[in-house]
């Protein structure tokens, strides 16, 4: 079992930045890759970026250049950084976890972002 809390979230003005953090516990070492996805009103859940255990990232198109993935293995926590933020970034941002052994996929509660025009 992985457990997941994020911190981090809450209101900015359009431009502004945020720094979101999500803590794991509990069997980290079978962990392969994180990521956060958000989920906006009305709206599908949307993959917004991914980190590896090699460090390989992806990122959403939307996102690119704005926002930067990154993982502190000693501390056990990745961090999503959200510069320039827009409107249509407000969401309920939620940390994920796949591991290979067994295959599993681990969830976050989530936290809030809005950002205001």
């Known amino acids: 079992q992985v457990h997941l809390v994020e911190s981090g979230g809450g209101l900015v003005q359009a431009g502004g930045s945020l720094r979101l953090s999500c803590a794991a516990s509990g069997s980290i070492f079978s962990i392969n890759v994180m990521g956060w996805y958000r989920q906006a009103p009305g709206k599908p859940r949307e993959l917004v970026a991914t980190i590896s255990n090699s460090g390989n990232t992806n990122y959403v198109d939307s996102v690119n250049g704005r926002f930067t993935i990154s993982r502190d293995n000693a501390k056990n926590t990745v961090y999503l950084q959200m510069n320039s933020l827009k409107p249509e970034d407000t969401a309920v941002y939620l940390c994920?976890?796949?591991?290979?052994?067994?295959?599993?996929?681990?969830w976050g509660q989530g936290t809030s972002v809005t950002v205001s025009s």
């Open positions: 994920t976890a796949y591991t290979l052994r067994p295959l599993a996929n681990y």
